[in-house]
């Protein structure tokens, strides 16, 4: 048979890598971010020319903040104010201090004169009055005794002859004078002990209670006004605190509307684009918003690799996988990486392809890599090979030339008769090879265009496992049924009937399989999957 019309390749043992490749951007590791930090909108002065030389300390951007020096003035003014306002807060709350000690003091003199008052009546003026209307009583009580006795004796003496009727007259008129000023006295002691002590006692109480509760209302009173004030000097003092801060912010923003070079590198202007256009934003004139990333100055001795990875591909990726590396603009150069960082999410959607997920892979550049004469710049367009797996010693075929039946997988090698259809058991894939575990030899050649050359006999092998995985699936439902039937039969039974049908049907799976087989070859890996 002419074996030249065959088109075949070699099944070879030699390195394997099983690798995932991207494009990405060349950045550095550490780059200095330079942001607008002025509030709300404003407009680049000047920024000097992408890709310029800047030392630590240079001026790259200026913008413009002439209505923020306006705003500093006025917040200047009303710090002042601030200022003035608590000061007059703070000299008021020690001026109502002062007047609540007064006030207290006041009070509380008021309460301790009050109570001496009351002593004073009870334990002197009232003492001292009743023993003058005491003292006055028994005067009168004398002036009594004595006038009537004078009395008495004028009349014998008048009945003698002795003393004139007039007399005896005007002693009579002391006796009643004397009469009347004891009544007057003992009434006097009486409305004293009796009205005035319990009048003057009461009102001197509830003085002595009123400077108490007077006392109570001063000290609320003062606690009260200290409150107010108090409140007034947090206040202000709060106020001012709050302006200073304002004030701080726009002098903060005025010193960062001139940007400086933290470091020593080149200017690299930030991406971000219009949504209208891919024209790039950043120039005189534009607009930026506060935060915005305006330039960057990256550190060239450290470099890394921004890629995306398609969301089919990405659960491959793990940290510290080695990458190589090819830059466009050094294509003779392999550099090597290693993988730092793997995205959790997947970033955001572009509007144009809202379906499309994709992982940022962020890839660490080793610089012992990197000759001394390959100056690297960032934002450079590289091409990313992952490894995901790498063997020195895999059998291995080229990938068109395995053929999937079902579960099965065949080749078509080339024997001494002709082409001969074999079972093999595959193992990994790459972008271009698959690797072979069982069924074929090194050396042994293998047809690259099985589906062109076999095409009646692979789709007859196709249709045939089809039929047999209906049958299977049908007879795996007649299990289930029976199994549902008999479930008062104990389970150790059913487990075992279970495989034992299983293996029948297998077996009647593998026979019509090798009567379909127009080679009339039995697959190696039928053993295999059959042992699985």
């Keep these: 048979m002419d074996n030249t019309k065959f088109l075949t390749a070699a099944a070879e043992r030699k390195p394997f890598r099983i690798t995932v490749r991207e494009q990405g951007t060349l950045d550095s590791l550490n780059s200095s971010v330079l942001r607008s930090?002025?509030?709300g909108s404003t407009v680049i002065l000047s920024i000097v020319p992408e890709g310029t030389p800047v030392e630590e300390g240079d001026i790259v951007c200026e913008l413009d903040v002439a209505g923020l020096?306006?705003?500093?003035?006025?917040?200047?003014?009303?710090?002042?104010?601030?200022?003035a306002d608590l000061t007059k807060s703070q000299e008021d709350l020690e001026i109502q201090k002062r007047q609540n000690e007064s006030d207290f003091a006041a009070a509380n003199l008021a309460y301790e004169l009050a109570q001496l008052d009351l002593r004073k009546y009870k334990e002197g003026e009232y003492l001292q009055s009743l023993r003058?209307?005491?003292?006055?009583?028994?005067?009168?009580?004398?002036?009594?005794?004595?006038?009537?006795?004078?009395?008495?004796?004028?009349?014998?003496?008048?009945?003698?002859?002795?003393?004139?009727?007039?007399?005896?007259?005007?002693?009579?008129?002391?006796?009643?004078?004397?009469?009347?000023?004891?009544?007057?006295?003992?009434?006097k002691q009486r409305v004293l002990e009796d009205f005035e002590y319990e009048r003057s006692v009461k009102e001197l109480d509830e003085v002595a209670a009123?400077?108490?509760?007077?006392?109570?209302?001063?000290?609320?009173?003062?606690?009260?006004?200290?409150?107010?004030?108090?409140?007034?000097?947090?206040?202000?003092?709060?106020?001012?605190?709050?302006?200073?801060?304002?004030?701080?912010?726009?002098?903060?923003?005025?010193?960062?509307?001139?940007m400086r070079a933290p470091q020593r590198g080149e200017v690299v202007y930030s991406q971000e684009r219009n949504y209208r256009s891919n024209s790039e934003l950043m120039g005189e004139g534009t607009t930026v918003r506060e935060r915005q990333i305006i330039c960057k100055i990256p550190d060239l001795t450290r470099m890394k690799v921004d890629a995306r990875v398609h969301e089919s591909m990405i659960t491959l990726i793990s940290k510290d996988l080695p990458v190589d590396i090819r830059i466009d603009a050094f294509p003779e150069y392999v550099f090597r990486g290693t993988v730092t960082n793997v995205s959790s999410v997947p970033v955001a959607a572009s509007w144009y392809?809202?379906?499309?997920?994709?992982?940022?892979?962020?890839?660490?550049?080793?610089?012992?890599?990197?000759?001394?004469?390959?100056?690297?710049?960032?934002?450079?367009?590289?091409?990313?090979?992952?490894?995901?797996?790498?063997?020195?010693?895999?059998?291995?075929?080229?990938?068109q030339s395995v053929v999937a039946i079902g579960p099965e997988h065949i080749i078509y090698r080339l024997g001494p008769d002709g082409p001969v259809r074999q079972g093999v058991e595959v193992?990994?894939?790459?972008?271009?090879?698959?690797?072979?575990?069982?069924?074929?030899?090194?050396?042994?050649?293998?047809?690259?265009?099985?589906?062109?050359?076999?095409?009646?006999?692979?789709?007859?092998?196709?249709?045939?496992?089809?039929?047999?995985?209906?049958?299977?699936?049908d007879e795996e439902r007649n299990a289930d049924v029976e199994r549902q039937k008999s479930?008062?039969?104990?389970?150790?039974?059913?487990?075992?009937?279970?495989?034992?049908?299983?293996?029948?049907?297998?077996?009647?799976?593998?026979?019509?399989?090798d009567k379909s087989s127009p080679a009339g070859k039995r697959s190696k890996s039928e053993p295999a999957e059959k042992k699985s």
């Design 37 to 39: 930090e002025v509030e």
């Design 69 to 83: 020096r306006e705003r500093e003035k006025e917040q200047q003014i009303k710090v002042t104010q601030a200022e």
């Design 132 to 187: 003058e209307v005491e003292g006055e009583s028994q005067i009168a009580q004398e002036e009594l005794t004595r006038a009537t006795e004078v009395y008495e004796f004028t009349k014998r003496l008048s009945r003698k002859g002795y003393k004139s009727q007039s007399e005896v007259e005007a002693a009579r008129i002391a006796v009643l004078k004397a009469e009347n000023e004891l009544e007057t006295a003992d009434e």
């Design 210 to 258: 009123e400077s108490i509760r007077e006392l109570d209302r001063v000290k609320r009173q003062a606690r009260a006004a200290i409150a107010q004030f108090k409140a007034e000097f947090e206040a202000n003092e709060l106020k001012l605190e709050v302006e200073q801060e304002q004030l701080a912010n726009f002098r903060r923003q005025l010193e960062a509307s001139v």
């Design 353 to 399: 392809r809202p379906d499309l997920k994709e992982y940022e892979v962020e890839i660490g550049l080793d610089p012992s890599s990197v000759p001394p004469e390959v100056e690297l710049k960032a934002r450079l367009s590289v091409e990313v090979e992952i490894i995901v797996e790498a063997r020195d010693d895999v059998l291995q075929v080229p990938m």
């Design 427 to 473: 193992g990994a894939v790459n972008d271009s090879k698959i690797e072979i575990l069982q069924g074929i030899e090194a050396g042994e050649r293998v047809i690259l265009n099985p589906r062109t050359q076999f095409a009646d006999e692979i789709s007859e092998l196709a249709v045939a496992a089809r039929e047999t995985a209906s049958q299977l699936l």
């Design 487 to 513: 479930a008062d039969v104990p389970s150790e039974i059913r487990t075992r009937a279970g495989p034992r049908q299983e293996v029948k049907t297998e077996g009647a799976a593998a026979a019509n399989t």
